[in-house]
């Protein structure tokens, strides 16, 4: 108990801590919790330690993350002391260990067992909680901690006539601690996950006869098991600290390589070698690491899953049985994968048989067996292999009740809302260690729950040094991390699957991400933030007084953080540092390394007359049979960089995506000829164009002006001109975060001013090259200065973390009040580059396709000009 509690009288906890379960996580809490000197009670439904590994004693039950990796790391003298005696310890031997823990430093006597916590109310007069056993204890405590597990509650049989069976029923999640003997019985396994894959083999060795009823099949490579793999035991030994740190640091908790091979562009060689070799590791972030693009995209995920597949197809004998046990709804990785020992062979013996529920699905279970659409089958046993209510399950399975006596479930209805995947709004002081909104069931837990555990006790240790005694996130700090939370999700391909990470196995469970799929170093790195910043985005109180650091601690998009954090590690020259012809060496350098953007049908180089010679044009055309709607394009570069070619894969993807001919025109470019040149030559670029969009493949009057950044200037001038000078048709126009005014005073000038690419001085340096200062003021060099009524409609594209982000706000609004129609398309998350970041940034895909529907229904209206 602290000091403060000590003196608070009766009114105060009886502990400081009530943790529920004693688990690898319950267990360590309480470890760390009790050295910090805080009084906890852990509560355990179970007779013992152990959580998943007391309940899960069904046959071949072992880990999926070598040994060497699934065990503590907190303490070397127990690394020292406990020798794991496989590379996937088996079930018996991983509960000795977390017995041998509890032992070592005395947790049990601080641990109830054979109890259930039930409820826990907050009383926040009082500011604690109370929490209700099944054996009728209340408890009051400052800090309530569920360290329940994420696999924990059994999924309730959800197959018709289950009840009825008359024979043996087992689940593999509550199999008999005597065990079971199968031995000449007739078998029924239901369930095809990591739990029946690893089941199978062994019930198969004792049962006269198995089915296996299997509704999807799944991924599984050979675990390859055996000793723990010696270079890895050579790392430990030459430097554990080191090893425990890259763990920590790595995306997945365990130390692994961390590919750059493109599956979509590796040659095949290369692919093979690298499946071959994941495969003969026999371990889950290898297999899952083939490529580093398999994880996002669906050409590259499609390599994987197929060689995969032609190890189902050269190891089991019947073909039939082999398709039917070939993955292929989903892509590899996005259903958890599972780690087997003889899996796919079982299939080879004369008594197992396979049951593809997709082609007979089960229509009852009887009093002696199983009924498909086409078969009785008799069973003297039904294991059920069929999975948890994830995540989630244990933690609504109680009834906590937070402030305004609102329970986590009504909460949590629509899904779980979390600030960091540990806490909530509404519930002081309340935690679910490797909650959703974590890494958790993504990354090895040992190192997830050691992070949590460690960041919370070190929590309290902070809030006890600050004389507070209540912690609760505020609601913008959980609305953007679970809007982080989602954004990791989107870029990946792991929403499209029906699996439980999405809570698709339980009938009437919220559909969205469960987990946070940013990575273990991301996620911690976010964590370590939040307590660095003083608690970013939580409101403290307590004797201590209070205290709120309001905030989001991740805007950016995922990918676009990614790409800025790689640049910010090349220490890369400032731009404005170079000399034109260097920077632009740099870029048409930078730019050759890119991905080139999708095919189009026809690529096509020309010039046209421009007011002081040939201006050099590069045409997309779709594949579609035309005439299309034509989109003039002016790229970007403050007037001093870049050509025709410099935004191809952006123009590359318009042109796909609206199915528009795509003109990228040259213009001169500063400071050789400075102001008005540019824009004198885009000028000519769009009368020119105006005028030949027959030829050039285009509709007639379905022309569109589109640009980036000083580009998006450059349409802006043109349009206003256009309409002053009564032509060509501009049928609308796209300003990608442009630059409309030079004041280079706003708000976001000042915020994004460094960090994001664009930087303020690299934009006074464009200026300074492009236009005199007395000059920058003219409407077309500043066109939000510009008369703007008449013009056709705009669709206006602004980035959160651009300097240019308000100039294009403000050109919207001024637009709008001019009575011109506008979409303003906000990108949240996104840099003043990241959206033309094709193929890389993919995030940005889903603006530009935002963009892309605009302008599509944009040539679908009639010309308003
Ligand atoms: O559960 P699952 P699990 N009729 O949900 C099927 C961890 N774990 O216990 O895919 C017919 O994966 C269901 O079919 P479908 C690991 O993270 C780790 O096996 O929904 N079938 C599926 O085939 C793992 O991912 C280890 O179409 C029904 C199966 O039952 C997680 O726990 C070992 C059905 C359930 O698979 C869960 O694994 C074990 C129905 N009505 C578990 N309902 C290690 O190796 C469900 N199914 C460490």
Same mark, same amino acid.
């Given at each position: 108990?602290?000091?403060?509690?000590?003196?608070?009288?009766?009114?105060?906890?009886?502990?400081?801590?009530?943790?529920?379960?004693?688990?690898?996580?319950?267990?360590?809490?309480?470890?760390?919790?009790?050295?910090?000197?805080?009084?906890?009670?852990?509560?355990?439904?179970?007779?013992?330690?152990?959580?998943?590994?007391?309940?899960?004693?069904?046959?071949?039950?072992?880990?999926?993350?070598?040994?060497?990796?699934?065990?503590?790391?907190?303490?070397?003298?127990?690394?020292?002391?406990?020798?794991?005696?496989?590379?996937?310890?088996?079930?018996?031997?991983?509960?000795?260990?977390?017995?041998?823990?509890?032992?070592?430093?005395?947790?049990?006597?601080?641990?109830?067992?054979?109890?259930?916590?039930?409820?826990?109310?907050?009383?926040?007069?009082?500011?604690?909680?109370?929490?209700?056993?099944?054996?009728?204890?209340?408890?009051?405590?400052?800090?309530?901690?569920?360290?329940?597990?994420?696999?924990?509650?059994?999924?309730?049989?959800?197959?018709?006539?289950?009840?009825?069976?008359?024979?043996?029923?087992?689940?593999?999640?509550?199999?008999?601690?005597?065990?079971?003997?199968?031995?000449?019985?007739?078998?029924?396994?239901?369930?095809?996950?990591?739990?029946?894959?690893?089941?199978?083999?062994?019930?198969?060795?004792?049962?006269?006869?198995?089915?296996?009823?299997?509704?999807?099949?799944?991924?599984?490579?050979?675990?390859?098991?055996?000793?723990?793999?010696?270079?890895?035991?050579?790392?430990?030994?030459?430097?554990?600290?080191?090893?425990?740190?890259?763990?920590?640091?790595?995306?997945?908790?365990?130390?692994?390589?961390?590919?750059?091979?493109?599956?979509?562009?590796?040659?095949?060689?290369?692919?093979?070698?690298?499946?071959?070799?994941?495969?003969?590791?026999?371990?889950?972030?290898?297999?899952?690491?083939?490529?580093?693009?398999?994880?996002?995209?669906?050409?590259?995920?499609?390599?994987?899953?197929?060689?995969?597949?032609?190890?189902?197809?050269?190891?089991?004998?019947?073909?039939?049985?082999?398709?039917?046990?070939?993955?292929?709804?989903?892509?590899?990785?996005?259903?958890?994968?599972?780690?087997?020992?003889?899996?796919?062979?079982?299939?080879?013996?004369?008594?197992?048989?396979?049951?593809?529920?997709?082609?007979?699905?089960?229509?009852?279970?009887?009093?002696?067996?199983?009924?498909?659409?086409?078969?009785?089958?008799?069973?003297?046993?039904?294991?059920?292999?069929?999975?948890?209510?994830?995540?989630?399950?244990?933690?609504?399975?109680?009834?906590?009740?937070?402030?305004?006596?609102?329970?986590?479930?009504?909460?949590?209805?629509?899904?779980?809302?979390?600030?960091?995947?540990?806490?909530?709004?509404?519930?002081?002081?309340?935690?679910?260690?490797?909650?959703?909104?974590?890494?958790?069931?993504?990354?090895?837990?040992?190192?997830?729950?050691?992070?949590?555990?460690?960041?919370?006790?070190?929590?309290?240790?902070?809030?006890?040094?600050?004389?507070?005694?209540?912690?609760?996130?505020?609601?913008?700090?959980?609305?953007?991390?679970?809007?982080?939370?989602?954004?990791?999700?989107?870029?990946?391909?792991?929403?499209?699957?029906?699996?439980?990470?999405?809570?698709?196995?339980?009938?009437?469970?919220?559909?969205?991400?469960?987990?946070?799929?940013?990575?273990?170093?991301?996620?911690?790195?976010?964590?370590?933030?939040?307590?660095?910043?003083?608690?970013?985005?939580?409101?403290?109180?307590?004797?201590?007084?209070?205290?709120?650091?309001?905030?989001?601690? %991740?805007?950016?998009? #995922? $990918? @676009?953080?990614? /790409?800025? +954090?790689?640049?910010?590690?090349?220490?890369?020259?400032? =731009? !404005?540092?170079?000399?034109?012809?260097?920077?632009?060496?740099?870029?048409?350098?930078?730019?050759?390394? %890119?991905?080139?953007? #999708? $095919? @189009?049908?026809? /690529?096509? +180089?020309?010039?046209?007359?421009?007011?002081?010679?040939? =201006? !050099?044009?590069?045409?997309?055309?779709?594949?579609?049979?035309?005439?299309?709607?034509?989109?003039?394009?002016?790229?970007?570069?403050?007037? @001093?960089?870049?050509?025709?070619?410099?935004?191809?894969?952006?123009?590359?993807?318009?042109?796909?995506?609206?199915?528009?001919?795509?003109?990228?025109?040259?213009?001169?470019?500063?400071?050789?000829?400075?102001?008005?040149?540019?824009?004198?030559?885009?000028?000519?670029?769009?009368?020119?164009?105006?005028?030949?969009?027959?030829?050039?493949?285009?509709?007639?009057?379905?022309?569109?002006?589109?640009?980036?950044?000083?580009?998006?200037?450059?349409?802006?001038?043109?349009?206003?001109?256009?309409?002053?000078?009564?032509?060509?048709?501009?049928?609308?126009?796209?300003?990608?975060?442009?630059?409309?005014?030079?004041?280079?005073?706003?708000?976001?000038?000042?915020?994004?001013?460094?960090?994001?690419?664009?930087?303020?001085?690299?934009?006074?340096?464009?200026?300074?090259?492009?236009?005199?200062?007395?000059?920058?003021?003219?409407?077309?060099?500043?066109?939000?200065?510009?008369?703007?009524?008449?013009?056709?409609?705009?669709?206006?594209?602004?980035?959160?973390?651009?300097?240019?982000?308000?100039?294009?706000?403000?050109?919207?609004?001024?637009?709008?009040?001019?009575?011109?129609?506008?979409?303003?398309?906000?990108?949240?998350?996104?840099?003043?580059?990241?959206?033309?970041?094709?193929?890389?940034?993919?995030?940005?895909?889903?603006?530009?396709?935002?963009?892309?529907?605009?302008?599509?229904?944009?040539?679908?209206?009639?010309?308003?000009?």
């Amino acid at each position: 108990m602290t000091a403060d509690d000590r003196n608070a009288g009766p009114a105060g906890p009886q502990v400081d801590v009530v943790v529920v379960g004693a688990g690898f996580a319950g267990l360590y809490l309480l470890h760390r919790l009790r050295a910090e000197g805080f009084s906890v009670r852990v509560f355990e439904a179970a007779s013992d330690v152990g959580g998943t590994w007391f309940w899960n004693r069904y046959p071949g039950a072992r880990c999926d993350i070598p040994t060497t990796d699934y065990t503590f790391s907190f303490d070397p003298e127990l690394e020292r002391e406990w020798t794991w005696s496989e590379k996937y310890a088996t079930q018996p031997e991983i509960l000795r260990y977390l017995q041998f823990v509890a032992d070592r430093y005395d947790l049990r006597r601080d641990i109830t067992f054979d109890t259930r916590v039930e409820g826990a109310d907050w009383d926040d007069v009082a500011g604690l909680w109370v929490v209700r056993t099944s054996t009728g204890e209340t408890v009051s405590c400052r800090h309530y901690v569920m360290a329940t597990g994420c696999l924990s509650v059994p999924k309730a049989p959800d197959i018709e006539g289950a009840p009825r069976f008359a024979g043996e029923v087992y689940f593999t999640s509550r199999w008999p601690h005597e065990g079971v003997d199968l031995t000449g019985k007739r078998v029924a396994v239901v369930g095809t996950g990591s739990s029946g894959i690893q089941s199978i083999p062994l019930i198969a060795q004792q049962a006269a006869q198995l089915t296996v009823f299997q509704r999807t099949p799944n991924f599984s490579i050979p675990a390859h098991n055996g000793p723990a793999p010696a270079d890895r035991l050579a790392q430990l030994a030459a430097d554990r600290d080191a090893y425990r740190t890259a763990a920590k640091w790595s995306r997945g908790g365990v130390p692994a390589e961390v590919t750059d091979v493109l599956g979509v562009t590796a040659p095949e060689e290369v692919r093979r070698e690298r499946f071959e070799a994941a495969w003969e590791a026999g371990e889950l972030f290898a297999i899952l690491g083939v490529f580093a693009d398999q994880g996002v995209n669906p050409a590259s995920n499609e390599i994987v899953a197929e060689m995969v597949r032609e190890k189902i197809r050269s190891i089991v004998d019947d073909p039939e049985t082999a398709e039917a046990l070939c993955p292929k709804d989903h892509y590899f990785g996005t259903k958890r994968p599972c780690l087997d020992s003889g899996y796919h062979a079982t299939f080879n013996m004369p008594h197992v048989r396979l049951v593809d529920l997709r082609k007979t699905p089960i229509t009852t279970i009887t009093e002696t067996g199983i009924d498909t659409a086409t078969e009785s089958n008799e069973f003297d046993v039904i294991v059920y292999a069929t999975g948890f209510d994830a995540m989630t399950g244990a933690l609504v399975g109680v009834d906590v009740t937070g402030r305004d006596g609102v329970t986590l479930k009504e909460k949590w209805a629509d899904g779980p809302s979390t600030y960091l995947g540990l806490t909530t709004v509404g519930f002081p002081n309340f935690c679910a260690l490797t909650g959703p909104g974590s890494p958790s069931v993504l990354s090895n837990m040992a190192v997830s729950i050691e992070q949590h555990v460690d960041w919370v006790t070190d929590c309290l240790v902070d809030l006890r040094a600050k004389g507070m005694t209540t912690i609760e996130p505020t609601p913008p700090a959980e609305d953007g991390w679970n809007q982080h939370v989602a954004d990791c999700a989107a870029i990946s391909l792991h929403p499209t699957a029906n699996s439980w990470y999405m809570g698709a196995n339980v009938p009437g469970k919220p559909r969205v991400f469960y987990p946070y799929i940013g990575g273990v170093d991301n996620y911690r790195a976010a964590c370590d933030e939040v307590r660095a910043t003083d608690y970013l985005g939580f409101r403290l109180s307590g004797p201590g007084g209070e205290q709120c650091h309001d905030g989001v601690v %991740r805007r950016l998009q #995922p $990918d @676009v953080a990614l /790409v800025l +954090d790689a640049m910010a590690q090349m220490g890369l020259p400032p =731009l !404005e540092s170079m000399s034109p012809p260097e920077a632009r060496a740099f870029m048409e350098m930078s730019n050759g390394m %890119r991905p080139p953007g #999708p $095919d @189009v049908g026809e /690529v096509v +180089d020309g010039v046209l007359p421009g007011p002081a010679g040939e =201006l !050099e044009y590069r045409l997309f055309r779709p594949a579609s049979p035309g005439p299309h709607p034509v989109v003039l394009y002016f790229h970007g570069g403050g007037w @001093v960089l870049g050509d025709q070619l410099s935004d191809e894969p952006l123009c590359r993807d318009l042109c796909v995506r609206t199915d528009a001919v795509v003109v990228s025109v040259d213009y001169r470019h500063a400071p050789e000829t400075r102001y008005p040149a540019a824009a004198e030559d885009a000028w000519a670029a769009l009368q020119w164009v105006g005028a030949h969009a027959i030829e050039l493949g285009g509709i007639p009057d379905h022309l569109v002006v589109a640009g980036w950044s000083a580009g998006g200037n450059l349409v802006a001038v043109v349009t206003q001109r256009a309409r002053n000078e009564g032509g060509p048709v501009v049928r609308g126009q796209l300003l990608l975060t442009p630059v409309t005014d030079s004041t280079m005073d706003t708000g976001s000038f000042e915020e994004n001013a460094d960090g994001y690419v664009l930087t303020a001085p690299l934009m006074r340096w464009f200026w300074d090259h492009y236009c005199d200062p007395e000059r920058r003021t003219e409407s077309t060099a500043a066109p939000l200065r510009g008369e703007l009524g008449g013009l056709p409609p705009a669709i206006v594209v602004t980035a959160e973390f651009d300097p240019l982000r308000d100039e294009g706000i403000a050109y919207a609004e001024a637009l709008r009040a001019a009575d011109v129609p506008v979409e303003h398309v906000a990108a949240r998350g996104h840099t003043h580059m990241s959206l033309t970041m094709v193929d890389v940034v993919l995030s940005g895909a889903r603006v530009r396709e935002e963009i892309a529907l605009r302008l599509r229904a944009l040539f679908r209206q009639p010309a308003e000009v």
